[in-house]
T-cell receptor, first 113, second 113 residues
Framework: GQSLEQPSEVTAVEGAIVQINCTYQ??????LSWYQQHDGGAPTFLSY????GLEETGRFSSFLSRSDSYGYLLLQELQMKDSASYFC??????????????FGPGTSLSVIP | DSGVTQTPKHLITATGQRVTLRCSPR?????VYWYQQSLDQGLQFLIQ???????AKGNILERFSAQQFPDLHSELNLSSLELGDSALYFC????????????FGEGSRLTVL
């Protein structure tokens, strides 16, 4: 099966940098994605890592180490509007089935003034 | 607006009843995913369809079923409803599984009384 772990809650100060970690266990790993979800809203895609290394998109960066089954999302210059839940998601496929996207439990980020 | 449409947005029903949730994917997207999100919980993968065919199954109860029609819209049927089925049900679509980017609808909030 698949399992993902993330911290349940993180608090950071406006303007600061925060890192949200994700570790995973899965077979047939293809890539790691990150999504943001505000209360009651739809998850929105932030980034994807199919290969090891760092991907940067504006204030958000995401890192993947496949050998360590580990990734993180880095948020810089935090703004109050960044307060939301952040989910890592693994895309994987077994030989006998097509790929699926499994989400982690989510990290609730609170940005304080 | 992700381009994914889900109806109804809200639904209140009683235990033992049956409901159908509908999803229209983004234009051109062949893959549809269904997820369940209970209060303050993560996104539980239910089932995935690609161009009308079931591709992957997650923790979907036997009381639940889904299908994708020739016009690519999908329906999730929930029967013999229980209190614990109260949740947000999200549909997501994608055409590019290489990036794992899913586009989510706004969800259908089901309340079982």
């Amino acid at each position: 099966g698949q399992s993902l772990e993330q911290p349940s809650e993180v608090t950071a100060v406006e303007g600061a940098i925060v890192q949200i970690n994700c570790t995973y266990q899965t077979s047939g790993f293809y890539g790691l994605s990150w999504y943001q979800q505000h209360d009651g809203g739809a998850p929105t895609f932030l980034s994807y890592n199919g290969l090891d290394g760092l991907e940067e998109t504006g204030r958000f960066s995401s890192f993947l180490s496949r050998s360590d089954s580990y990734g993180y999302l880095l948020l810089q210059e935090l703004q109050m509007k960044d307060s939301a839940s952040y989910f890592c998601a693994v895309r994987s496929a077994m030989k006998t089935s097509y790929d699926k996207v499994i989400f982690g439990p989510g990290t609730s980020l609170s940005v304080i003034p | 607006d992700s381009g994914v449409t889900q109806t109804p947005k809200h639904l209140i029903t009683a235990t033992g009843q049956r409901v159908t949730l509908r999803c229209s994917p983004r234009s051109g997207d062949l893959s549809v995913y269904w997820y369940q999100q209970s209060l303050d919980q993560g996104l539980q993968f239910l089932i995935q369809y690609y161009n009308g065919e079931e591709r992957a199954k997650g923790n979907i109860l036997e009381r639940f079923s889904a299908q994708q029609f020739p016009d690519l819209h999908s329906e999730l049927n929930l029967s013999s409803l229980e209190l614990g089925d109260s949740a947000l049900y999200f549909c997501a679509s994608t055409r590019d599984t290489n990036t794992g980017e899913l586009f989510f609808g706004e969800g259908s909030r089901l309340t079982v009384l």
